[in-house]
């Protein structure tokens, strides 16, 4: 009997940590969203904000607390089809790069969930970084590796619970295509 079964426990350090220098005045928080074919972007403080689809520059903006992108016939983001749009926020030296797709999420009259408004079956797992030999430590390219054997196996969708991932996790599940 082990405590604590779906991981294993173990002491130290086993993520990055860094010093981060920042500029006075720099951005304080970005809250992106999506509506229709329009991207809400709302900073706490001022910025250059580039979006680009595919390095390709769409529009570009000085911005103060809030503006609103338009993309025309927008492409949705599923997990068959994980289409991303990057916003490039720039303030003096400091450059945030963030990945954005557009999609619903809704619960129809049967209870089902919808993205986009098509029906969707979650097939999941619970997810720990774990590796068999350097425990909660792992590379880049091992968490990739698990992720790419997730969606060979048809896994759509991943529960992270207990404890935050790494955030490039995260953005290799938007770029992947995981709910």
Not at 24 to 48: C, L, P, Q, W, Y
Not at 49 to 55: A, K
Not at 63 to 85: G, H, M, R
Request: aromatic share 12%; charged share 30%.
């Amino acid at each position: 009997y082990l405590e604590d079964q779906d991981f294993f426990r173990f002491n130290g350090i086993f993520r990055d940590v860094y010093v981060l220098s920042r500029p006075e005045g720099h951005i304080v928080d970005i809250d992106i969203t999506t509506a229709e074919n329009n991207i809400i972007v709302k900073i706490d403080g001022s910025a250059k904000v580039t979006l680009s689809d595919n390095g390709k520059v769409l529009d570009c903006k000085e911005v103060t607390d809030e503006c609103i992108f338009t993309v025309e016939n927008p492409v949705l983001w599923n997990a068959e089809i994980p289409y991303l749009y990057e916003l490039k926020f720039e303030y003096k030296d400091e450059i945030i790069i963030q990945k954005v797709g557009f999609r619903t999420i809704e619960i129809s009259d049967k209870y089902e969930l919808l993205i986009n408004g098509v029906p969707v079956k979650l097939q999941g797992v619970n997810h720990h970084d774990t590796h068999p030999t350097n425990g909660w430590s792992m590379t880049d390219d091992e968490i990739l590796k698990d992720l790419k054997l997730m969606k060979e196996l048809n896994i759509n969708c991943i529960r992270t619970s207990h404890y935050p991932p790494t955030s490039k996790f995260l953005d290799y599940c938007d770029e992947l295509g995981f709910y």
